[in-house]
């Protein structure tokens, strides 16, 4: 898989702040849409 260099820095420099933002994602995708979406 493909990852920009910015990523690969990203995570090198900040393995703490990259951590979290990695469970942040996976806790955001397991708790679904932030609302439905409205019927027109």
Do not use: C, E, H, T
């Not at 260099?5 to 090198?12: A, E, G, L, M, R």
């Amino acid at each position: 898989m493909y990852l920009p260099n910015v990523y690969k820095q990203f995570k090198d420099n900040y393995p703490d702040v990259f951590k979290d933002y990695k469970q942040l994602g996976i806790s955001a995708r397991k708790a679904g849409p932030w609302m439905r979406k409205p019927r027109i």
